[in-house]
């Protein structure tokens, strides 16, 4: 069994203008300085440079030289809004506009190829930061139509799911090229929000050995999905693991959809650490048995603590819950010591003994 890398962060949330939020050695020592061993880079240009990553390994290892000395190292990268522009419904299109180039807004065609070759540099700066994991979200087209009413037309999500393929598969295959795993945040707003949804995809992309998962359970509680088995059903695509806890408090005016309210007065929420109501015990027990391969990233948001609280919180909160896995069995003292020959005479399935040679009289 494999321990747990961490504890780690994910930067995204905490990006701002004035330092340490500024700039990635700020943001590195400043997360260094609470004790997190390892950071999930946003791909933002104000903190990465994406297209120079790609194609010079110079800057790549001066980045992770840089961050050494800092005493962290980059967990991933992620490009969650360039993810999500690979496929946008009509109905989105001002909204996510701002998420791409300005040279290609007002164009859905180009934002999606803009978004594509994003994705294929990020393959190839991951490789050269020796990663093998890189997050992201899928983008949505059939998202406006989650619920049947009025009646969904037959084959609309089937070609969705199709077109959605067909968009992802040349960047799978890149990042199959470069040796490093695509993990999909399965989140509500995205095609790919649960296991049904994420099957739907792996058939439409043959089962492509890139697409896989970002496990976050917090997403799962406000869905009221099973999180605990889902690590169950899908542990070998689990290739990253953002710890964001959640909670979900339904009453007589309010439930999973939340009445359009505000994130501070809906009955599912995001929380800090600690603050929720996610079984971590459990889940790092899962993650654990299943040899789960990387890093526990803190993913901080909540509408109630302040976020350099919750990330103060988040790094002994995780190693709290990385377990050091076991060297041998616990029973291993009680060992027999029984050789082949004593097992096949436990089972009954040992040669039977030759009778003894009657001797001449």
Known sequence: MKTIKGPAIFLAQFLGNEAPFDTLPNLAR????????????????????????AASQTYCDDVRGELADIGVEITDLSNHLQGQLMAVHPAYDSLFDGFAAPHVRGNPAARTAWAA????????????????????????????????WPQRPAGLVEEAFAELARRWRPVLDSFDAAGVDVCFELHPGEDLHDGVTFERFLDAVDHHPRANILYDPSHFMLQQLDYLAFIDIYHQRIKAFHV??????????????????????????????????????AI??????????????????????????GAREGVPFIEQH??????????????????ANTLGALLGTAPAARPARELPI
């Not at 061993?37 to 903190?47: A, M, N, Q, S």
């Not at 294929?120 to 139509?145: D, E, M």
């Not at 007589?252 to 996610?278: C, E, K, M, P, T």
Request: glycine share 10%; charged share 25%.
């Open 244 to 281: 964001k806890d959640a909670e979900f408090r339904p009453d007589g005016r309010q439930g999973v959809y939340g009445g359009y309210q505000n994130w501070i007065d809906r009955a599912g929420r995001f929380r800090s650490l600690g603050d929720g109501q996610v079984d971590f015990k």
């Open 117 to 148: 070759e994003q994705m294929t540099l990020a393959a190839q700066a991951s490789k050269r930061l020796g990663l093998t994991a890189h997050a992201t979200f899928s983008g949505a087209l059939a998202w406006p139509y989650l619920y049947p």
């Open 30 to 53: 400043w997360a260094a300085g609470l004790g997190y061993k390892g950071i999930e880079v946003p791909t933002d240009p104000r903190l990465f440079d994406l297209a120079t990553a």
């Open 322 to 339: 990385i377990l050091r896995v076991a060297e041998r069995a616990f029973d291993d003292f009680a060992a027999s010591g029984a050789d």
């Open 284 to 309: 790092f027990s899962k993650m654990a048995q299943y040899d789960y391969p990387g890093w526990a990233v803190l993913e901080w948001e909540c509408c109630i603590k302040h976020p350099e609280d």
